[in-house]
């Protein structure tokens, strides 16, 4: 077993490299947008935006296939030092305006990043089966947190005044070079290694079918794994437009700053942080999981319709409670789908078929930002009501889960 220490290493690293990706995500569609001149720039935007978890999607089976082979430490290392260069090379193309740069820097950071598998995989290895999720949860927590410190520290990059000439800094992009390196730094000195010696690599394939066939077979899996898909889709819709969509809010007032629009990002964080950590973990177990879901379903809806009122006559107080109710529905529905996915599946195969809906999810994040910001040019509230439609629904097919279906008895 691990020390208290490595699995703080562990912590650290997670937590500080996603700091990074938090920094550049609320800035990366402005950026785009402003080095984007033709008129399917809205498309590009969405390809570079889908870009990262395309990668994410196609290099974390290869990456855990490498960390059962060599061990765990090596891919970390390399993971992190993958995402030092190329977030550093994210403030070189900011400085030089190029969109060409922008797309080999979000590819590349999505492929160095694909190591989460790998740090989940240490924990596995580093905890027994009684203090596995408490040590699953150490990940989870690094995410929540550096969501909601990336932006601000994206905030303090950037220079006070946005005047009519304004050259965006590169300061974000190396600052979450930094950061990664931080983090390199810490897995150098003060990771051990986690893969037993001797241990036999597990099997991993890019899409496990047969697993989907055991979901599909199994009654109600099959709407609850649309229903995710209709989950992710709708917020990833919305989060990959929201830098634009805030900026298209205010266009006929002086728009939003650049520095405003990472405040709220981390304001989603920090209510993302402290709904899931708090009143859902509290209703965990007390509240039916359907009930959960289809009620998270409804709050998001009534967030986007709220939004699409934001775009009509614009107001900070109602923005910032339209983002507040969608980020809480979001927590709701995203770990009661899971929990009923988890519950619906035979033990046995259990493994397969969460990894199933870990594939939906990439695909979801894949597609959702591409379709998104080709809706945008169109209308400002299309992806609004895109993601209120497909998450009416997602919380429709959960309903009809709950309904036809139960938990697995052998």
Known sequence: MASKAALLTIFLTVFIDLIGFGMVLPLLPIYAKRFGTDPTSGWQIGLLMASFSAMQFLFSPMWGR?????????????????????????????????????FVARIGAGIAGATISTAQAYIADSTTLEKRAKGMALIGAAFGLGFTLGPLFAYFGLPAEETADFKLS??????????????????????????????????????????????????????LMG????????????????????????????????????????????????????LVRRLSGRVDEGKMAISGAAIEVVGFLLLIQCARSYSLALTLVSL??????FAFMTPSVNSLISRRSDPAKQGGILGVAQSISSLARILAPIVGNALLPVNVTYPLWTAAALMAVGGGLVLMAARRGRDYAA
């Not at 090596?74 to 030089?96: D, H, R």
């Not at 969509?245 to 964080?269: N, V």
């Not at 507040?324 to 529905?329: I, K, L, N, Q, W």
């Open 66 to 102: 490498l960390s059962d082979r060599i061990g765990r430490r090596p891919v970390l290392i390399v993971g992190l030092l993958g995402s030092t260069v190329f977030y550093a090379l994210f403030g070189v193309a900011t400085m030089q305006e190029s969109l060409t740069l922008l």
């Open 170 to 223: 590169p300061w974000p992009g190396y600052a979450a070079a930094i950061c990664s390196g931080v983090a390199l730094l810490i897995a150098i000195f003060k990771l051990p290694e986690s893969l037993p010696p001797g241990a036999v690599p597990a099997r991993r394939k890019l899409f496990d079918w047969s697993s989907l066939g055991d979901a599909l077979r199994t009654p109600s899996l099959g709407l």
């Open 227 to 278: 229903a995710w898909f209709l989950c992710v889709f709708s917020f990833a819709n919305f989060e990959s437009t929201l830098s634009l969509l805030l900026s298209k809010f205010t266009e006929d007032q002086g728009r939003l700053s650049i520095k405003t629009i990472c405040l709220l990002f981390a304001y989603i964080g920090l209510v993302l942080s402290l709904v899931q950590g708090g």
């Open 324 to 329: 507040a109710v969608v980020v809480s529905g």
